[in-house]
């Protein structure tokens, strides 16, 4: 799900990652996910999957399925 926030060249986009179980797996896709360019905030959830991405514009999937391999975890998709 994207959405355009009411924040100008803002965008807001929940992705669903599959594994992360803890803070520190929270800690680690959300530390990948923030050197993503345009990338201004990060929530990663491990009780849900759910990670939370604002940014400037819409993310490219594949950078977002990079950073997210990276930090050891697997993107699934938008939410």
Request: glycine share 10%.
């Amino acid at each position: 799900m994207t959405i355009q926030t009411g924040t100008p060249n803002t965008v807001t986009t929940v992705y669903k990652v599959s594994g992360m179980s803890c803070g520190h797996c929270e800690g680690s896709v959300s530390a990948e996910l923030s050197e993503v360019t345009g990338v201004s905030s990060v929530k990663a959830v491990a009780s849900t999957g759910e990670v939370t991405v604002v940014s400037a514009s819409p993310l490219d999937e594949e950078a977002v399925r990079a950073a997210v391999d990276e930090a050891g975890f697997e993107l699934v998709g938008q939410v």
